[in-house]
């Protein structure tokens, strides 16, 4: 069924598309940043189930790494699978910041910047020539973009880009019939919010109350999602952005 990339796979979201992924039975080259032994957990959990997969170390806000991390993936693809392409890309890889508006540092912004929407536009231009026609992108955006939320307007402004880059990627990659589409969760319990919402449990019960299934989301209520678009089943799902937040703020 293929082989997907999937950045910030060690942990949340990524860590849980990628054993999703597996089961799904697609080859998994799964990416860390600062934690390899969570990489590897979630490797050895999939050939545990009799799955493949692959961990490679990638920061996305070092573009001038790109190309090392592209023959690191031509290596794993030959390697492990005997391959020259792959089928699927999620630029999953993120992190959060709070800070209002009046008090957000140069650096602050140029961090989130550079994860959010300069790494996923460079890295995929860097993986194309590995990328098999037909293949599918899925973006990680988030419904912040959508319902302003104080405290995360630089975030919620990358993640709306990235938005607007998946319509320009559907549109620039339809003759290699590459679909590119975002999914845009609500808020969901991982290591990015777990704390926050530990300490504060009137704020998770705010924002349970705000969604209409009222619950916190799940990294699985996303990731069979994302599952979903890298399938073929999924063929026919192009240019969209897909909030999966159990109906948030409607
Ligand atoms: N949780 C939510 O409520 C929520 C809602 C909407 C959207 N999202 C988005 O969903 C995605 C996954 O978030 P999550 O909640 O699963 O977060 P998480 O549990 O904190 O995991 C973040 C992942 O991203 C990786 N990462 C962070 N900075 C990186 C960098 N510079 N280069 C490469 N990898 C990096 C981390 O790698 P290491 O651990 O190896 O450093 C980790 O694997 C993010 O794009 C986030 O913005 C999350």
Known sequence: MGIVIITGASRGIGASTAVQAARHGMGVILTYNSNPSGAEKIVRAIEAEGGK???????????????????????????????????????????????????????????????????????TQALL???ADGASIVNMA??????????????????????????????????????????????????????????????????AGQTALGRIGEPEDVSRVVVNLLSTDSGWINAQNIEVAGGYNI
Do not use: C
């Open 142 to 207: 988030s419904a912040t973009s959508r319902l302003a939320t104080p405290g995360v307007a630089p975030y919620a402004s990358f993640k709306g880009g990235l938005e607007v880059l998946t319509r320009y990627m559907a549109k620039e990659f339809a003759p290699r019939r590459i679909r590119a589409n975002s999914v845009a969760p609500g808020p969901i319990r991982t290591d990015m919010t777990s704390e926050a919402l530990d300490q504060n449990p009137e704020w998770m019960a705010m924002l």
């Open 129 to 131: 020539p590995l990328m």
């Open 53 to 123: 997969a692959v961990a490679i170390g990638l920061d996305v806000s070092k573009v001038s790494t790109f190309a090392a991390f592209r023959a690191n993936v031509a290596k794993a693809l030959s390697t492990t699978w005997d391959r020259d392409r792959f089928d699927g890309l999620v630029n999953n890889a993120g992190y959060g910041l709070f800070n209002p508006i009046e008090t957000v540092t140069e650096a602050e912004f140029d961090g989130l910047l550079n994860v959010h929407l300069k790494g996923p536009f460079f890295l």
